[in-house]
């Protein structure tokens, strides 16, 4: 969304003024196809819109072709070791590929990647992320390093004429990174992936990742994302949009809530989770924020820059505020249907 140069992956465009773009990586088998275009399509119907699948040896191309083949969004091969494979896998329908200069070996290897990419239009994701610091770099601070070791691989690609590059620098901390990043996205002109790498378990990666890619998103930094956590990559998917959304850069409902208190007239959290769910997987063609506040005497102020606010007054009912003027009071029983039809015509 904010880098000067766009680059094309398959059908999808990364930078310039397009979308933020969410990714994420299989975790299935490689040669097992069915399960991976399986966990594909899932990863893409909860709204990624490129895919990365591991190529982690010769064996893996004729699958890996067949993935390509038959996959719903564009897939990106993640590449280690080998700069073989990085070709075949170019030859096979990658629509771009992550390699790390570091362990392909020598220069010359990487020139031959570049070769191959250059005549099928390929895409190389080059970058470093705090595991592969360049020994050269040790002495710096570590997002200086991380930052000169990322810098050093797209030098590297462009001494060879190769422009169609996507860079990315991970850190573990979102400090570094956030440098890092902040730093590089003032030199160079291609799009960032960013993420917060071996982010963790659930609740930490929400966390590490939402600090990490929300503080460089909200300084215009980042073109594609991927939060990275241990598991199923279902929930990266579904975190990234909910980043998104609630950073107001994907359009969807916002709901949040007051925290509650003494003058609370109703249950703000049973109520905040119900609205949550009536909206759920509604769409909307821009970013709509509710609010849910517990009673008449803050709410309606503190909701004045909601597009709507469910405000709890006494008799188990409430009222609903639109752009902060009185639209009506309703019983509980009638919220979610008033709710709804207002959605429709905001
Ligand atoms: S909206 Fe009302 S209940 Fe909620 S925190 Fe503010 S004063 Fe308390």
Redo the contacts with the bound molecule.
Sequence with gaps: MFSEKVVNVGNVNIGGNYPIVIQSMTNTDTTNVEDTLRQINELANVGAKIVRVAVRDMGDIPFFSNIVTHSIVPIVADIHFDYRLAIEAIKAGAAKIRINPGNIGSDEKVRKIVEVAKEYKVPIRVGANSGSIGKEFRHLSRHQALAESALKEVRLLEREGFYDIVISMKSVDPKDNFLANKYVSEIVPYPFHIGITEAGIYEDAAVLSSVGIGSLLINNIGDTIRISISGNPIKEVELAKQLLVLLGFENGIRVVA????A??EID?EKLAYEVKSWVKGKKVNRNITISV???I???PG?AKYSDIAVV?TKNSSAAIFLKGDLYGTFKNDELKEALLSLLDII
């Design positions: 007051c925290p509650t208190c003058r609370a703000v506040m517990g009673c005497v803050n709410g503190e709890g």
